[in-house]
């Protein structure tokens, strides 16, 4: 008899322990805490963002990334100053990420870039601020990406170690709660940790099945810095896998479901883009989906180290990232 309610009491505790649902938020190695699931909103701009950050909101999403690449700040900044003015929510509740453009990695210049996508933002302060690539561009001129009369695009020679001092800058500042990178290979990042102050807590990378960045999630883990996601969905491609569609339909959900619940799921912030009521309320909808060990075997297997976003015009650059195995 006790045996048999031992058995029941274990079988209890697997079941419960299998259906628990996934933290909505992660702990960065400051001690702020960050959402798992965030809002992308690269290539949306005017009222389509404007709508979608406001959809988002109202779904339950409290994490919007952006960028000053994405010329689009102004848009999510009067969407920010709606919800905060109109509804419930506070500008504390929300966690707002954007990153340094290329053509202000000089030190001075980080303080001007935060305080140009503040401005835009119509915020004080950033949760979470990025140098968007290691590589920086011609600095002084409008242009995102500067180029000659003959259309070769002129970089600057400003190493990424003073944009990190910078960085840290605006830490001390206030305008910003953290710091991080954004496409910067393992020997970038241990390099920033040999002279940081402050060091980085997120580094936001393309990473999906293709891409599962594995070798460089473990050392990044390792070193207490967490990786995000970006394109999780491997632009769209991912969605029309078997494999992927064989675990969706297995647990009655969508592939985008299973891809942004894997990455969730290995403790991967993931920032899936939408424009759609529906796809935004699908993808934050990931919560309750447990994949089980087999699955997650399955997709990793998936990998193939193929990149998307490759950047072609700085390949031949000392700071290019992508040269490296991770």
Same mark, same amino acid.
């Given at each position: 008899?006790?045996?048999?309610?031992?058995?029941?009491?274990?079988?209890?505790?697997?079941?419960?322990?299998?259906?628990?649902?996934?933290? !909505?938020?992660?702990?960065?190695?400051?001690?702020?805490?960050?959402?798992?699931?965030?809002?992308?909103?690269?290539?949306?701009?005017?009222?389509?963002?404007?709508?979608?950050?406001?959809?988002?909101?109202?779904?339950?999403?409290?994490?919007?990334?952006?960028?000053?690449?994405?010329?689009?700040?102004?848009?999510?900044?009067?969407?920010?100053?709606?919800?905060?003015?109109?509804?419930?929510?506070?500008?504390?509740?929300?966690?707002?990420?954007?990153?340094?453009?290329?053509?202000?990695?000089?030190?001075?210049?980080?303080?001007?870039?935060?305080?140009?996508?503040?401005?835009?933002?119509?915020?004080?302060?950033?949760?979470?601020?990025?140098?968007?690539?290691?590589?920086?561009?011609?600095?002084?001129?409008?242009?995102?990406? &500067?180029?000659?009369?003959?259309?070769?695009?002129?970089?600057?020679?400003?190493?990424?170690?003073?944009?990190?001092?910078?960085?840290?800058?605006?830490?001390?500042?206030?305008?910003?709660?953290?710091?991080?990178?954004?496409?910067?290979?393992?020997?970038?990042?241990?390099?920033?940790?040999?002279?940081?102050?402050?060091? &980085?807590?997120?580094? !936001?990378?393309?990473?999906?099945?293709?891409?599962?960045?594995?070798?460089?999630?473990?050392?990044?883990?390792?070193?207490?810095?967490?990786?995000?996601?970006?394109?999780?969905?491997?632009?769209?491609?991912?969605?029309?896998?078997?494999?992927?569609?064989?675990?969706?339909?297995?647990?009655?959900?969508?592939?985008? !479901?299973?891809?942004?619940?894997?990455?969730?799921?290995?403790?991967?912030?993931?920032?899936?883009?939408?424009?759609?009521?529906?796809?935004?309320?699908?993808?934050?909808?990931?919560?309750?989906?447990?994949?089980?060990?087999?699955?997650?075997?399955?997709?990793?297997?998936?990998? !193939?180290?193929?990149?998307?976003?490759?950047?072609?015009?700085?390949?031949?650059?000392?700071?290019? &990232?992508?040269?490296? &195995?991770?």
């Amino acid at each position: 008899m006790h045996k048999m309610i031992g058995r029941v009491s274990l079988l209890v505790c697997l079941m419960a322990s299998c259906c628990q649902s996934l933290d !909505q938020t992660i702990t960065l190695s400051n001690g702020r805490k960050m959402p798992v699931i965030g809002l992308g909103t690269y290539r949306a701009t005017g009222d389509v963002i404007y709508n979608s950050v406001l959809t988002a909101l109202d779904v339950g999403y409290r994490h919007i990334d952006t960028a000053y690449l994405y010329d689009n700040e102004k848009d999510i900044g009067r969407a920010l100053k709606h919800a905060f003015s109109e509804t419930k929510i506070k500008r504390e509740d929300v966690f707002i990420v954007s990153k340094l453009w290329h053509t202000f990695h000089s030190r001075p210049l980080v303080t001007e870039a935060i305080e140009k996508s503040l401005n835009s933002l119509g915020l004080e302060y950033l949760d979470l601020y990025l140098i968007h690539f290691p590589f920086g561009l011609k600095e002084g001129t409008n242009e995102t990406t &500067p180029v000659d009369p003959q259309g070769n695009v002129l970089f600057s020679d400003v190493d990424y170690v003073e944009t990190w001092k910078g960085m840290e800058d605006v830490l001390s500042k206030g305008l910003a709660k953290s710091i991080g990178l954004s496409n910067f290979n393992h020997e970038q990042i241990d390099r920033i940790l040999s002279v940081a102050k402050v060091k &980085p807590v997120i580094n !936001q990378v393309e990473c999906h099945p293709y891409l599962n960045q594995k070798q460089l999630k473990d050392f990044c883990s390792e070193r207490g810095i967490v990786l995000t996601a970006y394109s999780p969905l491997g632009t769209g491609r991912l969605l029309n896998d078997t494999v992927v569609l064989e675990i969706a339909d297995k647990h009655n959900v969508t592939a985008a !479901q299973v891809l942004i619940r894997y990455e969730a799921q290995r403790g991967v912030v993931v920032i899936p883009k939408a424009t759609s009521r529906k796809y935004i309320e699908e993808n934050f909808n990931v919560f309750n989906i447990n994949l089980s060990e087999e699955d997650m075997k399955s997709i990793d297997s998936l990998n !193939q180290n193929l990149r998307y976003n490759v950047v072609d015009y700085a390949k031949k650059n000392k700071y290019y &990232p992508f040269n490296l &195995p991770y």
